[in-house]
T-cell receptor, first 115, second 113 residues
Framework: GAVVSQHPSRVICKSGTSVKIECRSL??????MFWYRQFPKQSLMLMAT?????????EQGVEKDKFLINHASLTLSTLTVTSAHPEDSSFYIC???????????FGQGTRLTVV | AQKITQTQPGMFVQEKEAVTLDCTYD???????LFWYKQPSSGEMIFLIY??????QNATEGRYSLNFQKARKSANLVISASQLGDSAMYFC??????????FGKGTRLHILP
């Protein structure tokens, strides 16, 4: 199956710094990518939908200026957590929709810890 | 209102038995897709099976089958001959016409030896 690579898998950063997470579709073009956040023992919460070449669509309650999303090419979307705080600590996972819209391929996820 | 409802937070099943994980959904879109994913403790999301709203037959993938009852808006996952390695969280998800994929709260499945 298709592969989505997410990097880094784990990151620890200090409060106030920014962290960039990359999501790459390795063998297919993804016009649409999604960013999710998952708290321990909870479901995936959709944060935003990332469309290549246009602004991301954020879900209600997600701060646009806090979570910057850039989908610069058909194979790369990035999520930048700006001025991170301990409450931003979470598991972030991206997915890319295939052209047929029949499968969403997920990255490996990024565990962010803000200290 | 929840769009995806998984009513079983946890299930315990004896190895080699079949197990059904429930999922109901709510949408007014005529075209939509339903997914099931497995998430082991490592966190990765493993795609299991997909059912399109216009598909005439229930989807099957190896030991996984999707019991799609459109009128009832249910899309239950059936795992036949369960194995110890099936122990994980299972998420039902739906893609609507805006292409957003929304997840249910999940069911934690425990396979007992």
């Amino acid at each position: 199956g298709a592969v989505v690579s997410q990097h880094p898998s784990r990151v620890i950063c200090k409060s106030g710094t920014s962290v960039k997470i990359e999501c790459r579709s390795l063998d297919f073009q993804a016009t649409t990518m999604f960013w999710y956040r998952q708290f321990p023992k909870q479901s995936l919460m959709l944060m935003a939908t990332s469309n290549e070449g246009s602004k991301a669509t954020y879900e209600q309650g997600v701060e646009k200026d806090k979570f910057l999303i850039n989908h610069a090419s058909l194979t790369l979307s990035t999520l930048t957590v700006t001025s991170a705080h301990p409450e931003d600590s979470s598991f972030y996972i991206c997915s890319a929709l295939n052209v047929e819209n029949t499968e969403a391929f997920f990255g490996q996820g990024t565990r962010l810890t803000v200290v | 209102a929840q769009k995806i409802t998984q009513t079983q937070p946890g299930m315990f099943v004896q190895e080699k038995e079949a197990v059904t994980l429930d999922c109901t959904y709510d949408t007014s879109d005529p075209s939509y897709g339903l997914f099931w994913y497995k998430q082991p403790s490592s966190g990765e999301m493993i795609f299991l099976i997909y059912q399109g709203s216009y598909d005439q037959q229930n989807a099957t993938e190896g030991r996984y089958s999707l019991n799609f009852q459109k009128a009832r808006k249910s899309a239950n996952l059936v795992i036949s001959a369960s194995q110890l390695g099936d122990s994980a969280m299972y998420f039902c998800a739906m893609r609507e016409e805006d292409d957003k994929i929304i997840f249910g709260k999940g069911t934690r499945l425990h396979i007992l030896p």
